[in-house]
């Protein structure tokens, strides 16, 4: 079986992060990104980036580029299309699949960088939409959605954001959410509820998204009346952002909202696992420079370690 | 008296980051730098920096450039050849040196962006020795210091390195040390040890540096001997890394190694104080990537309190 030092699983900044360090304080390290290109969350930032001192990016793709260049010039080994199926901490191995084929890696320290995603509903029909590219942001494609009957599921201010904008190009926004508080700012609830364009549904859950080619209707359960079906063209899911710690989440201790509790060196409740990035960190202080910055501290920490036995 | 939401002291990576950071979040923010120039320490980075994803400079002044450069454009506020003499934190003000003039300035939130020095002996002629510019690499003089009686002071890995290093050119080696025991690694101790160019001197404290034009000689005392005066021509001084925290070691709570302790937002003991780089962070987690990410999770977490006030 083949046996790596430190094993990263994640390229976005986090991960690149640790690969650098671990490559320059001479760490055998391994870094195992599940979709085909590194970079992770770089790919979702569409504007321009401005605090990641000493680089003024244009967008999240020009960021990319450079961190992988280094990444690439500093001789990081790396394994594209690489989806990490289990982890057994007690034997120290993960088991990886890349196309048809499976293998199994073994390690002496183990780096998350997993990163975060948009929270999903979990409904039936929810993944084919996503999968057939039906995915939409409410400040750049209000052209697309013109016309268009558009459901935003969510209460918090990046769905009521999106409301407010919507409501001026679609025919008809829902806004639906599935209790009556909501977490969105009161000035962009104000504005939402006021707007004759945006109809509000509370205790309301979807339950499922139907449409073959094309979304056409979702499935609505509200808690005083009985289920319904809503003919809409489009679903924009914004029920905020979740730690993707599916992986791990039974094996080391997770905080309520499924971040991985680590302490000052980013080692998790397992000593041989550490986590660095948005699988650990708060959206609030979510940054790729304390991304960066965590990948420098783990590598240290556990260059450290391996130096020592 | 002026009045700035947030007042950096130190315009190395961390505070220019925190800088960076508080301008992209909208806080009114002020930075002092000491010096005529920002960049901190990365003034004293000969070699290239490879750690710092995204960027591969080839030293520090390349790296400074790059970081100021995105400051300016920034259009964040500075002031350079600002000394600050004094932190009140009961009235939350400074006081600040520029030439012959003082000033104070209020803040809501410091951030202390000190960073580390070289410890020093703190014995006559030493700071003159400075002054006069005789500071010496081990690893990058060896051809200036070819023929001369070198004194290496301390016990740790750097001193060992500097007299195995130079005692294939220079006349004589001698490394002074105050103990018998050593913090350097066992096989850079070894070395010299057995290394009949270098005199190993334990138990042995400088007292003083002698010479008007540059030096001449260093008054040592040991434990059982009387003191003595070693005819010299160069002291390189390795006495480890030392937190620049004199402005506010009486104020905040600091480690025994006097490294300011703050909690994972930054702040120290005291509320409205923050530290981040070197002024905070042990040397085994120093770097420009953990500096930068801190400066991001401070200016992220009062850029928070000050829109709550």
């Known amino acids: ?98 196309q048809e084929t499976e293998k199994e890696i073994s390690y ?19 993944q084919q939409m996503i999968d057939r590219g039906e995915v939409y942001s409410a400040s750049a494609d209000g052209e697309r959605l013109k016309g268009k009957r558009v459901a935003l599921i969510g209460g918090g201010d990046r769905a009521f954001e999106g ?9 008809q926004v829902y806004l639906i959410h599935r209790s009556t508080h909501f977490k969105a700012r009161e000035q962009y609830v104000e504005k939402v509820l006021s707007d004759p364009g945006v109809k509000v549904m509370t205790d309301t859950e979807v339950t499922a998204i139907h449409g073959k080619h094309h979304v056409t209707s979702i499935d609505l359960k509200s808690k005083n009346s009985e289920c319904k079906n809503l003919s809409v ?17 039974e094996k080391v201790t997770t905080t309520q909202s499924g971040l991985i509790v680590i302490n000052e060196v980013h080692q998790s409740s397992d000593p041989a696992i550490y986590a660095i990035g948005d699988a650990c960190t708060t959206p609030l202080f979510s940054s790729i420079s304390s991304s960066a910055g965590q990948g420098a501290i783990v590598a240290k920490y556990v260059s450290s370690l391996l130096k020592k036995s």
């Open 233 to 249: 063209d489009a679903v924009l899911i914004r029920l905020g952002i979740a730690p993707n710690v599916e992986l791990i989440k």
């Open 108 to 126: 002496t320290y183990l780096i998350l960088a997993t990163g975060s995603s948009q929270r999903k509903l979990g409904v039936p029909g929810e």
């Open 163 to 171: 409301a407010h904008l919507l409501a001026s190009q679609a025919k």
């Open 1 to 98: 079986m083949q046996h790596v030092d430190v094993l990263i699983i994640g390229g976005g900044p986090a991960g690149i992060s640790a690969a650098v360090w671990c490559k320059r304080l001479g760490v055998d390290c391994l870094l195992l990104e599940e979709q085909a290109q590194l970079g992770g969350q770089l790919f979702t930032i569409y504007n321009e980036i401005i605090d990641y001192p000493g680089i003024q990016a244009e967008n999240g793709i020009e960021m990319q580029r450079k961190m992988v260049q280094h990444f690439i010039d500093m001789g990081c080994l790396y394994e594209v299309n690489t989806k990490v199926i289990s982890i057994d901490e007690r034997s120290k191995t993960v088991k990886v699949k890349q």
